[in-house]
């Protein structure tokens, strides 16, 4: 058998160049799904936090609103309405716990007073802390 260096080998195809474009394209790639993701958790991130806030403004009208007439509910409601608004600062937190803590006469009484000056004052104070 010869073998010779102007026999043609069939079973080996040439060199081919390779470039880098496929390279560029996938970093391409890379990038776009990254600032999609990064939109996404933006873009949740702010409704959740607009959430929070419509339900903070809705809350506080509801506070706002409570008919101080009808003591027995008006405590309940007080109660209720402010325990939402009661972590937000230590100050807040307390006024919320003394305004509870007086309010207790009313709730569970079967027929009360109305509502004390101090108490309402006190009631006052803590709904204009949280409309600041």
């Known amino acids: 058998m010869k073998h010779s260096a102007d026999i043609p080998i069939h079973d080996i195809y040439p060199i081919i160049e390779v470039t880098d474009t496929p390279m560029y394209g996938f970093l391409a790639l890379v990038v776009i799904v990254l600032f ?5 958790v ?3 991130r702010n409704r959740v936090r607009h959430t929070v806030l419509d339900e903070r403004a809705e809350r506080l009208s509801k506070l706002r609103d409570i008919d101080l007439n009808d ?3 008006g405590a309940y409601a007080i109660c209720e309405q402010g325990r939402f608004f009661a972590d937000e600062t230590p100050q807040i937190h307390e006024i919320y716990g003394v305004l509870c803590e007086r309010l207790e006469a009313y709730k569970y009484a079967p027929k009360v007073p ?3 000056v101090e108490t309402r004052e006190l009631y006052r104070n803590f709904v204009e802390m949280l409309e600041r």
């Open 36 to 40: 999609g993701i990064f939109m996404a």
């Open 42 to 44: 933006h873009i949740f």
């Open 71 to 73: 003591p027995k509910k």
């Open 114 to 116: 109305s509502i004390d």
